[in-house]
């Protein structure tokens, strides 16, 4: 089945403690992204990556790290979280950067940083 | 810039009836995607219909429907016979040919569908 997954599905953490959320997908796709959801804001870009190696800043990336050492993964790094990234987390896939069928969501992330 | 905005943060309808999701957008590309995305409780965000902006026809999809109104720039969503699986929240998204990859967002508009 073509999916991206994610995990963990639920985490809650202590201010500071660094974390990582994985994320891989199994459709060959090119282009990943990270979005965060936070209510009345809709979802918004943290990182994406065109393709292995390439990575760049979304529009919230500040307190975020990426890497995309294979095609398939895409792990998201909080170093050291705060209380403000308390948030839903999506990792993305297309096949491309711009591709008329959108985007595969992972199924999110529920993080609670205390 | 490049911004989706979605006015209404609650809808709600009776079963079986229909119910139009309101999306205006911004942006100076003349080549886009719109899209909608129903996200359930269950937090998955599945693409319910897509529309290319060189189209003229509104795109379709069985109950669901979108009136694409180029020269306004909105984008609403018509779901026809409403049922209760139709709960959710909806968004609306935007994607520009230049925008390296990035969808851009409304706010979401939470639909509650009354038996």
């Known amino acids: 089945e073509a999916q991206v997954t994610q995990n963990p599905r639920y985490l809650i953490t202590v201010t500071g403690k660094k974390l990582t959320v994985t994320c891989s997908q199994n459709?060959?796709?090119?282009?990943m992204s990270w979005y965060r959801q936070d209510p009345g804001l809709g979802l918004r870009q943290i990182y994406y990556?065109?393709?292995?190696?390439?990575?760049d800043k979304g529009d919230v990336p500040e307190g975020y790290k990426v890497s995309r050492k294979e095609k398939r993964n895409f792990p998201l790094i909080l170093e050291s979280p705060s209380p403000n990234q308390t948030s839903l987390y999506f990792c993305?896939?297309?096949?491309?950067?711009?591709?008329?069928?959108?985007?595969?969501f992972g199924s999110g992330t529920r993080l609670t940083v205390v | 810039a490049q911004t989706v905005t979605q006015s209404q943060p609650e809808m709600s309808v009776q079963e079986a009836e229909t119910v139009t999701l309101s999306c205006t957008y911004d942006t100076s590309e003349s080549d886009y995607y719109l899209f909608w995305y129903k996200q359930p409780p269950s937090r998955q965000m599945i693409l319910v219909i897509r529309?290319?902006?060189?189209?003229?026809q509104n795109a379709t999809e069985n109950r669901f429907s979108v009136n694409f109104q180029k020269a306004a720039k909105s984008f609403s969503l018509k779901i026809s016979d409403s049922q209760l699986g139709d709960a959710a929240m909806y968004f609306c998204a935007l994607a520009g040919s230049s925008n390296t990859g990035k969808l851009i967002f409304g706010q979401g508009t939470t639909l509650q569908v009354k038996p």
């Open positions: 529309q290319e902006a060189y189209k003229q």
């Open positions: 993305a896939s297309s096949l491309t950067s711009y591709s008329v069928y959108g985007y595969t």
């Open positions: 990556s065109m393709n292995v190696e390439v990575t």
């Open positions: 459709m060959n796709h090119e282009y």
